[in-house]
Protein backbone atom coordinates (compact mmCIF):
# COMPACT_ATOMS: atom_id res chain seq x y z
CA UNK A 1 0.00 0.00 0.00
CA UNK A 2 1.63 3.46 -1.10
CA UNK A 3 2.25 6.11 1.49
CA UNK A 4 -0.13 9.07 1.38
CA UNK A 5 1.79 12.43 -0.37
CA UNK A 6 2.72 14.95 2.20
CA UNK A 7 0.79 17.78 2.04
CA UNK A 8 2.68 21.44 0.70
CA UNK A 9 4.23 23.70 3.18
CA UNK A 10 2.59 26.92 3.81
CA UNK A 11 5.42 29.02 5.25
CA UNK A 12 8.81 27.26 3.41
CA UNK A 13 12.02 27.42 5.38
CA UNK A 14 13.47 31.39 4.68
CA UNK A 15 17.77 31.16 3.30
CA UNK A 16 20.63 31.46 5.86
CA UNK A 17 21.35 34.69 6.45
CA UNK A 18 25.44 36.01 5.35
CA UNK A 19 26.96 36.12 9.09
CA UNK A 20 27.16 39.34 11.21
CA UNK A 21 30.40 41.73 11.81
CA UNK A 22 30.07 40.42 15.52
CA UNK A 23 29.71 36.78 14.53
CA UNK A 24 32.58 37.10 12.26
CA UNK A 25 34.76 39.16 15.06
CA UNK A 26 33.79 36.32 17.90
CA UNK A 27 34.96 33.44 15.13
CA UNK A 28 38.39 35.41 14.31
CA UNK A 29 38.92 35.91 18.27
CA UNK A 30 38.28 32.68 18.68
CA UNK A 31 40.60 31.37 16.25
CA UNK A 32 43.33 34.04 17.13
CA UNK A 33 43.09 32.46 20.99
CA UNK A 34 43.50 28.77 19.83
CA UNK A 35 46.53 29.83 17.82
CA UNK A 36 48.17 31.52 20.25
CA UNK A 37 47.09 28.95 22.18
CA UNK A 38 49.30 26.14 19.76
CA UNK A 39 51.83 28.22 19.39
CA UNK A 40 52.35 28.88 23.12
CA UNK A 41 52.19 25.76 24.39
CA UNK A 42 56.04 25.52 25.28
CA UNK A 43 55.50 28.18 27.89
CA UNK A 44 52.07 27.65 28.98
CA UNK A 45 52.30 24.06 29.74
CA UNK A 46 55.05 24.58 32.67
CA UNK A 47 53.28 27.63 33.90
CA UNK A 48 49.40 25.47 34.24
CA UNK A 49 51.62 22.73 35.43
CA UNK A 50 52.97 25.24 38.32
CA UNK A 51 49.76 26.68 39.34
CA UNK A 52 48.36 22.93 39.81
CA UNK A 53 51.59 22.08 41.70
CA UNK A 54 50.67 25.45 44.15
CA UNK A 55 47.26 24.09 44.38
CA UNK A 56 48.17 20.87 45.32
CA UNK A 57 51.33 21.36 47.86
CA UNK A 58 49.37 24.34 49.43
CA UNK A 59 47.79 22.22 51.91
CA UNK A 60 51.40 20.41 52.61
CA UNK A 61 52.71 23.96 53.25
CA UNK A 62 49.71 24.75 56.13
CA UNK A 63 49.83 21.91 57.90
CA UNK A 64 53.74 22.59 57.99
CA UNK A 65 53.15 25.93 59.24
CA UNK A 66 50.65 25.16 61.73
CA UNK A 67 52.98 22.37 63.57
CA UNK A 68 56.08 24.01 64.05
CA UNK A 69 58.31 23.54 60.91
CA UNK A 70 60.06 26.41 61.14
CA UNK A 71 63.32 27.58 59.27
CA UNK A 72 65.37 25.54 61.42
CA UNK A 73 66.14 23.01 59.18
CA UNK A 74 66.71 25.24 56.18
CA UNK A 75 68.98 27.01 58.35
CA UNK A 76 70.82 23.91 59.37
CA UNK A 77 71.73 23.01 55.78
CA UNK A 78 72.80 26.61 54.97
CA UNK A 79 75.04 26.40 57.05
CA UNK A 80 76.59 23.14 56.61
CA UNK A 81 77.02 23.97 53.03
CA UNK A 82 78.27 27.31 53.81
CA UNK A 83 81.17 24.95 56.35
CA UNK A 84 81.71 23.14 53.55
CA UNK A 85 82.44 25.33 50.99
CA UNK A 86 85.01 27.24 53.55
CA UNK A 87 86.51 23.92 54.27
CA UNK A 88 86.76 23.34 50.33
CA UNK A 89 88.24 26.45 49.90
CA UNK A 90 90.88 25.86 52.32
CA UNK A 91 92.30 22.82 50.62
Do not use: C, I, K, W
Not at 59 to 87: G, K, N, S, T
Amino acid sequence: MPLPAAAPRSNPVAPPELPSQSSLMTLLVGVVVVAGMYVGRDVALPLVLAVLLGFVLAPVVDFLRRHAAHAQPAQEVDHRREHEAEQDREH
